[in-house]
């Protein structure tokens, strides 16, 4: 979480201050947002647990169970912003929960905490307070005409084990609500908590959507302390941390960030799958897992907003090519849906419908038998996020996203009244979609070593070999590379080739950019590549809190690097 900043709107943090606050956020508070009414320190607590449970360092060094540092956050590199919205008087603060979510916006975070409910009950359905949490997640503040999204998490509440307990607003539709599990500490790491508020929706839609540890969970506290405590604010957090890794490691590989609809797709299919049925009112589709979906190209294997219905009916239709026939693939569709009125039942507003054909079958999204998609016509009316698990895929699938109906304004920065657009991630397949593309590992090397990618077309027939030029912009060398086809008939090619300062390879400058250009008969794909080449200069390295058995070493560099410390016992 190096290159995050985080929202938690909360009861604040510590004294509110970025230094002399708890040992392990020392540091790591960007932001204090505090409201009328508030004592301006966090006199309950747990926004001090919240906190610490997403970003602490463990700087404190104090040994808890299992012989784990206490206060290790899911991402210590991350920088917090931190409200005190739920302290205040009143509460709401007199700007509503809208001005809370954009004083959070207008940090410069894009993913935001909430481990709390808006007091209005469980299981009542669409509430008014719905609207707004979808509406910002498109756009923070309704004063601007355009996008300022946010990926936003709720905790699903602490009102189980009953059905349809999920509190208020996190039936809403474009958030991320997250369900409580225990963890190897309790020696219950697959269970739900008998706390953790269940689903469905009221509508019947899928709520929680993933679920994560919150059981006894020991984090920081006021002052100097840690603390332990159970439930899904802690589930919610811990789950936070995790999506601010993926963002990061997603965010690094492609030209554009990941949309919130993108990154629910992503925390979907980076579940570990821990019921016999996918989903689960109790834990939705799994445990979050930040290992679960790490793909080699990942721009090959997603298509982000690119594309926007505007009439009920029209289709968006791709080639899935599987990448290992031993696995399944898994397919998810979302979309940032229009807000709702009031009590709408269902709350679904724009319905699309996610179609895969395999072995001579329609799957339609959301009919599992298990933990696996079963054949069926049968859509899916209510959820904004679909998903499909092919058991058995063949090498080559035609996918469909369809417009089912449209009733309100998917996208309301442009003048269209009825549209959608959408986000799709697939697991264990290259997507061909019908503009070519061009997938790099990442977007920066050093300059020297090899450049792997691959080249996606949706020609027919697919050519038998592909050729795509690469030119350096200040080294002023150029070489075409050519590309042969990663499996027969596919569209799919492979190709690689090497950054040197002489040939044979591509000749290159430290800073230079590289053009990777490929010409099809639909228009001509072009991904660009930066080449870092020098090494950042070591300034100094400082030995800090030195005892008897630890050190901590700050190593200070010309420019941000990672570094291996390698040391032994004398």
């Given at each position: 979480g190096l290159r995050t900043r985080i929202g938690i709107i909360d009861s604040g943090c510590g004294n509110n201050l970025s230094s002399g606050n708890h040992p392990d956020l020392d540091g790591q508070l960007s932001h204090f947002l505090t409201y009328s009414g508030s004592p301006g320190f966090d006199y309950v607590g747990h926004g001090t647990h919240i906190a610490g449970i997403i970003a602490g360092t463990t700087t404190s060094r104090v040994i808890g169970p299992m012989g784990y540092f206490k206060g290790a956050g899911a991402a210590p590199g991350s920088k917090l912003a931190i409200s005190d919205a739920l302290i205040a008087l009143p509460f709401p603060p007199s700007t509503g929960f809208q001005g809370m979510i954009q004083d959070i916006a207008s940090t410069g975070t894009h993913l935001c905490n909430n481990s709390w409910n808006d007091g209005e009950g469980s299981g009542i359905g669409y509430h008014p307070n719905c609207a707004i949490w979808d509406s910002a997640v498109r756009n923070t503040d309704i004063g601007y005409s355009g996008e300022w999204p946010i990926s936003i998490v709720f905790s699903a509440g602490n009102r189980?084990?009953?059905?349809?307990?999920?509190?208020?607003?996190?039936?809403?539709?474009?958030?991320?609500?997250?369900?409580?599990?225990?963890?190897?500490?309790?020696?219950?790491?697959?269970?739900?908590?008998?706390?953790?508020?269940?689903?469905?929706?009221?509508?019947?839609?899928i709520a929680p959507l993933i679920a994560a540890?919150?059981?006894?969970?020991?984090?920081?506290w006021p002052e100097?302390?840690?603390?332990?405590?159970?439930?899904?604010?802690?589930?919610?957090?811990?789950?936070?941390g995790v999506l601010a890794l993926m963002k990061e490691w997603w965010d690094e590989r492609l030209t554009h960030p990941v949309s919130p609809a993108m990154l629910k797709g992503i925390a979907v299919l980076s579940t570990d799958i821990i019921t016999e049925q996918i989903p689960d009112?109790?834990?939705?589709?799994?445990?979050?897992?930040?290992?679960?979906?790490?793909?080699?190209?990942?721009?090959?294997?997603?298509?982000?907003?690119?594309?926007?219905?505007?009439?009920?009916g029209e289709?968006?239709?791709?080639?899935?090519?599987?990448?290992?026939?031993?696995?399944?693939?898994?397919?998810?569709?979302?979309?940032?849906?229009?807000?709702?009125?009031?009590?709408?039942?269902?709350?679904?507003?724009?319905?699309?419908d996610l179609i895969c054909y395999n072995n001579g079958q329609q799957y339609w999204g959301n009919n599992?038998?298990?933990?696996?998609?079963?054949?069926?016509?049968?859509?899916?009316?209510?959820?904004?996020?679909?998903?499909?698990?092919?058991?058995?895929?063949?090498?080559?699938?035609?996918?469909?996203?369809?417009?089912?109906?449209?009733?309100?304004?998917?996208?309301?920065?442009?003048?269209?009244?009825?549209?959608?657009?959408?986000a799709l991630v697939v697991k264990n397949a290259y997507l061909v979609t019908e503009s070519p593309g061009i997938h790099l590992e990442k977007l920066k090397y050093g300059k020297s070593g090899p450049v792997e990618f691959i080249v996606t077309d949706n020609s027919e027939p697919p050519p038998t070999t592909l050729t795509v030029e690469a030119t350096s912009f200040f080294a002023n060398d150029s070489l075409n590379i050519q590309c042969s086809p990663l499996y027969d008939n596919s569209g799919v090619y492979s190709a690689g080739f090497e950054l040197t300062d002489h040939e044979p390879g591509l000749v290159t400058e430290d800073s230079d950019i590289v053009v990777l250009r490929f010409p099809n008969s639909v228009e001509t794909q072009e991904k660009?590549?930066?080449?870092?080449?020098?090494?950042?200069?070591?300034?100094?390295?400082?030995?800090?809190?030195?005892?008897?058995?630890?050190?901590?070493l700050l190593i200070e560099t010309t420019e941000f690097s990672y570094c291996t410390v390698k040391y032994r016992k004398v």
């Open positions: 189980g084990p009953g059905p349809q307990t999920i509190t208020s607003p996190k039936e809403a539709k474009n958030i991320i609500t997250v369900g409580a599990l225990g963890n190897y500490l309790t020696g219950s790491p697959d269970e739900p908590i008998d706390l953790s508020s269940r689903g469905p929706c009221i509508d019947g839609r540890p919150g059981e006894e969970v020991i984090s920081t100097t302390d840690f603390s332990s405590g159970s439930g899904t604010s802690s589930a919610a957090a811990h789950a936070t009112p109790a834990v939705g589709w799994g445990r979050i897992n930040f290992s679960q979906f790490q793909p080699l190209y990942p721009s090959g294997q997603k298509f982000d907003r690119g594309y926007v219905f505007t009439a009920p289709r968006w239709t791709a080639r899935l090519i599987t990448q290992d026939l031993h696995k399944p693939v898994d397919i998810v569709l979302c979309w940032t849906d229009p807000p709702a009125s009031p009590g709408a039942t269902p709350a679904l507003v724009n319905n699309l599992f038998a298990g933990v696996f998609s079963e054949s069926s016509a049968l859509p899916d009316n209510l959820n904004n996020l679909e998903r499909i698990r092919l058991e058995t895929p063949e090498r080559s699938m035609n996918l469909d996203v369809m417009a089912t109906s449209l009733m309100g304004d998917g996208v309301p920065e442009n003048s269209i009244l009825l549209d959608q657009d959408f660009t590549l930066l080449v870092d080449a020098v090494k950042p200069d070591f300034l100094k390295i400082t030995f800090m809190d030195v005892n008897a058995t630890s050190a901590d």
